[in-house]
């Protein structure tokens, strides 16, 4: 069975920092494009970052770019979130997700993407 698994997620000041991390397990991802997207509260789920499987290839959400950085460990099987200067609209529940189909065009698309994870929480205050 696929699982994916976050983890890093907390309370943080403005101006800080977290790196959030995807662990996957069941069966890799390493051909496949893999994204992170959120949800803050009355909110639909947005796109926030992507990277296709050879890690060559990142897109960014305009509100997050020069602050967050996406990067993977294929061998560890594992996404990360690197997240600098957070700022509090950035509060939201974190979710990485796996493109099921392998050595495809990178997509940023929750639509093209079929295994979720449950999300870790995001607080950025004031």
């Known amino acids: 069975q696929v699982q994916l698994v976050e983890s890093g997620g907390g309370l943080v000041q403005a101006g800080g920092s977290l790196r959030l991390s995807c662990a996957a397990s069941?069966?890799?991802?390493?051909?496949?494009?893999m994204g992170w997207f959120r949800q803050a509260p009355g909110k639909e789920r947005e796109f926030v970052a992507a990277?296709?499987?050879?890690?060559?290839?990142?897109y960014y959400a305009d509100s997050v770019k020069g602050r967050f950085t996406i990067s993977r460990d294929n061998t560890k099987n594992t996404l990360y979130l690197q997240m600098n200067s957070l700022k509090p609209e950035d509060t939201a529940v974190y979710c990485c997700a796996a493109d099921p189909r392998s050595y495809h065009i990178p997509t940023m698309s929750p639509v093209d993407f079929g295994s979720w994870g449950q999300g870790t929480q995001v607080t950025v205050s004031s």
């Open positions: 069941g069966r890799t991802f390493r051909s496949n494009t």
């Open positions: 990277i296709a499987w050879t890690g060559g290839w990142t």
